[in-house]
């Protein structure tokens, strides 16, 4: 689609910017800090949250388009940010800022906004602009910010006081709302956060909104959640998700989205979940127009066993091939009877959970008290019912871990694969880039035997342009240093590979190729360090920009290939008819 086709002007515009703007012009090894999640480092997904910001102003008559930025600029070199920007005009710009990472992209989009639009106003939202608010509002360059985790109905009232030209007085009454007031100076008003919804049904988990969006601007690529989504004209992966909450029960210490963590900087005091039968249903729905596999966002149990059950009798009501995938936040008590009930629901379903760590004690300490044999119990009973892929993830960073404790976690999911066969996974990562603000051990790192490198908006910026991913990570605990981290996580997963290869969970070419990634890595980390060393700011550059191919080279997995990641979906698995003439007559009306 050129940019010349894009000519409607939507009331809202979302951008989604890449975490470093412009990726392709810095040198910089980012590592495996994206190796966990579908997308790069560069964190071309946008919010999930996009879609009911989509849904809500546009059933309340505020047009918004999304274009991620970032997808594009991954997808060609050729594609051109700045000229798209410099031809929208909108009557407002909408930025995400949930993940710290995109703290320098963020604000370099919204700099482009300004230099081509200064009279169109630019908001921010998100969990770290809300987290960050009283540094980022300061900006020039940022006009509001929605904070909270909830931002639909704010945002709404933002958005009809902005397109009837209302100013000053009328954005007092606006929950959430930062903002700078123009009749005095320009100073920094603070709206309570007092919109923090307690239940989820008004939104949907319904993707229609998306896909007439689509069709309204002819233009596909933009609204792509990440690269590789669709490279293959919509046959590619395209994983669905639905969510099942907004905020969590559990206490995580390193987790932003923690029961303390929101409770404090989102003021959300306990979560809201859907309705286990509206759950049901969206996942129905999106079986009716794509075989994708789809991911279950939120721990069913959480709420209790009976929401837990609720959604699967609903579920087995329908026939349908989709993969599902179930996360779990603990192991389940009565893992016989609750895998069986899952089989006899749903055809083909995976789960995952993350133990993080072999050692109990250390799993206590972060805030985790489930046991060893309690996850064997689980993984048993799951299998034994057809769970075709069961996921475990571990962790580097964690307190009281050393490099011996992580070495002796990868010699534990030997043993698991050797136990249960090819169809446990375990992954091993580091905790990164950055230890998430708001989080137990963010804000209390002594007790936990953590050291906070960085704690300003603007330190995190700089971060981000490290030229390795070392320099970027924000922490380090009384037993690794980020040197230590960063080598124990090549070396863990130069084992885990090894241990992938004896029990067959990879083939001999992906078990070469990732240990030739990695061997690349300790290579050039050493490299960058020496680099770092150069007084020269000039030399240095140009250094690293002899590396830079190199460097490129690893942004789409590191320690980690990404396709053992995903879960089966039959070939041409989105009916793109069938979609377009469902949202044409508007068939997914809730
Ligand atoms: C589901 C989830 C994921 C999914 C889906 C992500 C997605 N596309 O949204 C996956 C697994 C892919 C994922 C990946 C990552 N995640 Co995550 N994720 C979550 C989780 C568990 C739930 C999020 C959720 O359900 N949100 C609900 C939806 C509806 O809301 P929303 O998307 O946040 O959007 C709302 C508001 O934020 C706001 N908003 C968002 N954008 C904008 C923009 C504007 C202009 C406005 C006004 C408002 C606004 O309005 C929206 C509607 O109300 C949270 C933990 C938690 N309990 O919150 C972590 C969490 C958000 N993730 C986190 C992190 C760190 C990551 C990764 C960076 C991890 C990594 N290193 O790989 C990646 C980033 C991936 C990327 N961008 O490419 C941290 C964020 C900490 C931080 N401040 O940076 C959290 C808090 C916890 C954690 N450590 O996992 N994640």
């Known amino acids: 689609m050129s940019i010349a086709r894009i000519s409607r002007n939507p009331h809202l515009i979302l951008l989604h910017a890449p975490s470093v703007y412009d990726f392709r012009e810095y040198p910089i090894m980012y590592g495996p800090i994206a190796d966990g999640v579908p997308s790069t480092p560069i964190f071309e997904m946008y919010p999930i949250g996009f879609t009911s910001i989509l849904e809500h102003l546009g059933r309340n008559g505020i047009e918004v388009r999304i274009i991620n930025l970032a997808a594009r600029m991954l997808e060609s070199d050729n594609f051109d940010a700045e000229k798209l920007i410099r031809r929208l005009k909108p009557h407002a710009f909408g930025i995400d800022l949930h993940w710290l990472a995109h703290t320098q992209g963020s604000l370099e989009v919204a700099k482009i906004c300004k230099r081509y639009h200064p009279e169109i106003p630019v908001i921010f939202g998100g969990l770290s602009a809300t987290y960050f608010y009283k540094e980022l509002i300061r900006y020039p360059t940022v006009d509001f910010i929605i904070r909270g985790d909830s931002a639909e109905e704010p945002l709404l009232q933002l958005m009809k006081a902005i397109v009837r030209g209302k100013h000053g007085s009328s954005f007092y009454d606006i929950p959430n709302l930062v903002w700078k007031d123009d009749s005095n100076n320009g100073e920094i008003r603070v709206n309570p956060l007092s919109h923090v919804p307690t239940a989820l049904n008004n939104f949907s988990n319904n993707y229609l909104p998306i896909f007439k969006s689509v069709l309204k601007y002819r233009d596909l690529k933009s609204l792509l959640p990440f690269h590789g989504w669709s490279s293959h004209e919509w046959r590619d992966y395209p994983i669905m998700a639905v969510l099942t909450c907004r905020g969590c029960t559990h206490n995580c210490i390193f987790c932003g989205g923690s029961r303390d963590a929101l409770s404090t900087y989102c003021n959300r005091k306990r979560p809201a979940f859907r309705d286990p039968e509206l759950v049901a249903k969206d996942i129905i729905k999106i079986t009716r127009y794509t075989k994708a596999p789809i991911f279950v966002i939120g721990d069913i149990l959480q709420p209790g066993e009976e929401y837990a059950y609720t959604v699967l009798e609903e579920l087995k009501k329908e026939r349908f091939a989709n993969h599902l995938v179930f996360e779990l936040f603990d192991t389940v008590r009565n893992p016989e009877e609750y895998f069986a009930c899952v089989a006899d629901s749903v055809e083909n379903f995976n789960f995952e959970i993350s133990p993080d760590t072999h050692d109990e004690s250390i799993r206590a300490a972060e805030g985790k008290r489930y046991t060893n044999s309690a996850i064997e119990e689980n993984l048993k009973w799951a299998l034994k019912s057809g769970c075709h892929k069961f996921d475990l993830f571990f962790m580097i960073g964690l307190p009281f871990q ?7 976690t990868v010699d534990w999911c030997g043993s698991l694969m050797e136990k249960f066969g090819k169809r ?7 905790y990164s880039p950055f230890l998430d603000p708001g989080c137990i051990a963010y804000e209390h790192p002594e007790k936990f035997g953590y050291k906070i490198l960085f704690k300003t908006f603007e330190e995190y910026r700089k971060a981000m342009l490290s030229p390795s991913w070392k320099y970027a990570l ?3 605990t009384r037993w690794m ?3 230590e981290i960063v080598n124990c996580t090549y070396q863990a997963g130069l084992k885990l590979n090894e241990l992938k290869m ?3 969970l990879i083939d001999r070419a992906a078990f070469n190729s990732t240990k030739e990634r990695i061997k690349l890595a300790m290579t050039l980390t050493a490299e960058i360090d020496k680099i770092n060393e150069i007084d020269d700011s000039s030399t240095r550059r140009r250094r ?5 191919p ?10 980690n290939e990404k396709r053992y990641m995903e879960w089966p979906a039959a070939e041409g698995n989105l009916r793109i008819f069938r979609l377009i003439k469902m949202a044409v007559a508007g068939i997914f009306a809730r």
Not at 402 to 408: I, Y
Request: aromatic fraction near 8%; proline fraction near 5%.
């Open 474 to 476: 924000n922490y380090e």
């Open 402 to 408: 050393t490099r011996e404790s992580v070495m002796a």
């Open 550 to 559: 190199k460097l490129d080279a690893m942004l789409d997995s590191v320690i």
């Open 481 to 483: 240093s980020r040197d």
């Open 502 to 504: 004896k029990y067959g």
């Open 424 to 430: 446990v996974v375990p992954y091993i990562l580091p």
């Open 544 to 548: 690293l920009m002899q590396l830079k």
